[in-house]
């Protein structure tokens, strides 16, 4: 049986079957400050941004738009980026929220703040729970992540989301639905580990995603970490691990990323984000100085800009993204 997360976008289409190209906005993205425990050699925010933002939302702010995002038909949140979630103190009260709204969020963290009494209430959340995880070798994780420990921690965390998420699998529509997951960002000093990866995560029952390393960030100046040119194919890193936990059938025919093409992105800030991961600094608009449905028109418009414009199944992924940015293409009519 084909294991899928929950509230992942193939989730959504191939059990649920809803047709995301079709709704007024089926996920928000919400990034929590930029702060993070780890300086992760491959990480997505950009160096200068380390120390944090300022002008964040607060608790106010985001129980408006969850109940926006509700009342537009929303689906799922994501909380993934750009820093490490669970250092903010916004987290947590999302979730809740988004849950007593009979919302899903996918919770993307790198895991080292977790304890039981987090995970066990995550547990009985609308969550599915994502650990982020490059690599099985002590040193090579430690030397990567930049924090000495942390990898003993990561693996004692992974089993205890293990221990904790045991038992939410159900069988759907021919699918196994699971609630917890790994997620492998693939990069040329973790590529023999790959094989290895998805027994650990078979013997724990977790759902084994994986993705490209994407050129942007920390690993714009890491072409050393890059993946060579005969496994860019996203088909073919996708065949690596179990179901993506981002992937949609687009009705062009293509792969995209559905979370993004889809979704609405918020950064911790209020400026609206062309993707979660990427894009941080364009100057589009500030969800507080404008409607939800206006954020949401804008989002629209700049997704479809992206998605015609660039090839690849994620936008910061594409070759081009770079020159996207640079020349303001999400601009261009």
């Given at each position: 049986?084909?294991?899928?997360?929950?509230?992942?976008?193939?989730?959504?289409?191939?059990?649920?079957?809803?047709?995301?190209?079709?709704?007024?906005?089926?996920?928000?993205?919400?990034?929590?400050?930029?702060?993070?425990?780890?300086?992760?050699?491959?990480?997505?925010?950009?160096?200068?941004?380390k120390?944090?933002?300022?002008?964040?939302?607060?608790?106010?702010?985001?129980?408006?738009?969850?109940?926006?995002?509700?009342?537009?038909?929303?689906?799922?949140?994501?909380?993934?980026?750009?820093?490490?979630p669970?250092?903010?103190?916004?987290?947590?009260?999302?979730?809740?929220?988004?849950?007593?709204?009979?919302?899903?969020?996918?919770?993307?963290?790198?895991?080292?703040?977790?304890?039981?009494?987090?995970?066990?209430?995550?547990?009985?959340?609308?969550?599915?729970?994502?650990l982020?995880?490059?690599?099985?070798?002590k040193?090579?994780?430690?030397?990567?992540?930049?924090?000495p420990?942390?990898?003993?921690?990561?693996?004692?965390?992974?089993?205890?989301?293990s221990?904790?998420?045991?038992?939410?699998?159900?069988?759907?529509?021919?699918?196994?639905?699971r609630?917890?997951?790994?997620?492998?960002?693939?990069?040329?000093?973790?590529?023999?580990?790959?094989?290895?990866?998805?027994?650990?995560?078979?013997?724990?029952?977790?759902?084994?995603?994986?993705?490209?390393l994407?050129?942007?960030g920390?690993?714009?100046?890491?072409?050393?970490?890059?993946?060579?040119?005969?496994?860019?194919?996203?088909?073919?890193?996708?065949?690596?691990?179990?179901?993506?936990?981002?992937?949609?059938?687009?009705?062009?025919?293509?792969?995209?990323?559905?979370?993004?093409?889809?979704?609405?992105?918020?950064?911790?800030?209020?400026?609206?984000?062309?993707?979660a991961?990427?894009?941080?600094?364009?100057?589009?608009?500030?969800?507080?100085?404008?409607?939800?449905q206006?954020?949401?028109?804008?989002?629209?418009r700049?997704?479809?800009?992206?998605?015609?414009?660039?090839?690849?199944?994620?936008?910061?992924?594409?070759?081009?993204?770079?020159?996207?940015?640079?020349?303001?293409?999400?601009?261009?009519?």
């Amino acid at each position: 049986m084909k294991p899928v997360l929950v509230s992942s976008p193939r989730y959504w289409s191939k059990i649920k079957g809803y047709k995301l190209h079709e709704l007024p906005i089926s996920y928000m993205s919400l990034n929590q400050d930029s702060k993070c425990d780890a300086n992760c050699e491959g990480c997505f925010r950009y160096p200068v941004r380390k120390q944090g933002l300022q002008n964040l939302l607060n608790m106010a702010d985001y129980t408006k738009l969850l109940n926006e995002f509700h009342a537009y038909g929303g689906l799922a949140l994501e909380i993934s980026g750009e820093g490490e979630p669970l250092l903010s103190e916004h987290t947590l009260p999302i979730i809740r929220d988004a849950t007593k709204l009979g919302v899903w969020t996918t919770l993307i963290t790198n895991g080292h703040k977790l304890t039981e009494d987090v995970t066990n209430e995550l547990k009985n959340l609308k969550v599915a729970l994502v650990l982020s995880l490059h690599s099985l070798k002590k040193e090579n994780y430690e030397k990567d992540c930049g924090v000495p420990g942390n990898y003993d921690i990561k693996m004692k965390n992974i089993d205890m989301v293990s221990k904790y998420f045991y038992g939410t699998s159900w069988s759907e529509n021919g699918y196994l639905v699971r609630r917890a997951a790994v997620h492998w960002t693939l990069q040329m000093n973790n590529l023999v580990e790959v094989a290895k990866a998805r027994r650990f995560c078979d013997e724990r029952n977790l759902h084994f995603s994986i993705a490209p390393l994407a050129h942007v960030g920390h690993a714009a100046e890491r072409p050393d970490l890059w993946l060579p040119e005969d496994l860019k194919r996203i088909e073919d890193v996708n065949n690596l691990g179990d179901e993506s936990i981002i992937f949609y059938d687009d009705p062009s025919g293509r792969e995209v990323c559905g979370t993004c093409k889809y979704g609405l992105n918020v950064g911790a800030d209020g400026n609206l984000l062309l993707d979660a991961h990427g894009g941080y600094e364009v100057d589009i608009a500030n969800i507080r100085e404008i409607s939800f449905q206006d954020a949401v028109e804008i989002q629209h418009r700049v997704s479809k800009k992206m998605f015609d414009t660039l090839d690849s199944f994620c936008p910061v992924r594409d070759p081009n993204w770079q020159k996207f940015l640079e020349e303001k293409w999400y601009l261009k009519v």
